[in-house]
């Protein structure tokens, strides 16, 4: 799990537009306590606005893992 501290509406949308770089490839989940969202999803995203959330990648190849985790982490 990756953790992001996802404090305005713009890291938001910038978050959800990697994830939506990698969708066809890998599931990818937001989550704030009990709450998972889709991280393709702006509006699902947008609502955690304001914690820091972890970032949960389902995915068989780790090298792609591992590219969306460097690309998060330089955001």
Do not use: W
């Not at 713009?10 to 889709?38: F, P, W």
């Not at 991280?39 to 972890?54: A, E, K």
């Amino acid at each position: 799990m990756i953790a992001y501290n996802l404090n305005t509406l713009q890291s938001a949308e910038k978050l959800s537009g990697i994830c939506n770089k990698y969708k066809e490839d890998m599931d990818i989940n937001v989550i704030h306590g009990r709450n998972t969202v889709d991280g393709c999803s702006v509006l699902g995203v947008m609502s955690l606005v304001g914690h820091i959330v972890s970032i949960e990648v389902i995915a068989d190849d780790n090298n792609l893992k591992e590219e969306f985790r460097k690309e998060v982490k330089n955001m």
